[in-house]
């Protein structure tokens, strides 16, 4: 099994900036997402619903892999 590497310090915190940014990203296109499956909804649009949920779906997985790899296992409330 293959250990993480831990990157140079100097490096750490562009990474937590960039794993930010990307999640503020995503953020908004979930927000979207979210947004465009409650009109088709509420239009009673089965076939956008369906792919609004799995887009937003993927977004949520994408995110929280963004938070694991990019922020945890540090301080995840330090300053940007």
Same mark, same amino acid.
């Given at each position: #099994? !293959? &250990?993480? *590497?831990?990157?140079?310090?100097? *490096? *750490?915190?562009? +990474?937590?900036?960039?794993?930010? &940014?990307?999640?503020? %990203? *995503?953020? @908004?296109?979930?927000? +979207?997402?979210? %947004? +465009?499956? +409650?009109?088709?909804?509420? %239009? @009673? &649009? =089965?076939?956008? !619903?369906?792919?609004? $949920?799995? =887009?937003?779906?993927? /977004? /949520?997985?994408? #995110?929280? %892999? #963004?938070?694991? &790899?990019? $922020?945890? @296992?540090?301080?995840?409330?330090?300053?940007?």
């Amino acid at each position: #099994m !293959l &250990d993480r *590497v831990t990157p140079p310090p100097e *490096v *750490v915190p562009f +990474s937590r900036d960039q794993s930010f &940014d990307e999640i503020e %990203r *995503v953020g @908004g296109l979930l927000a +979207s997402y979210a %947004r +465009s499956s +409650s009109e088709a909804a509420f %239009r @009673g &649009d =089965q076939h956008t !619903l369906l792919a609004a $949920l799995q =887009q937003a779906r993927l /977004c /949520c997985i994408y #995110m929280i %892999r #963004m938070y694991k &790899d990019g $922020l945890e @296992g540090g301080d995840a409330n330090g300053a940007r």
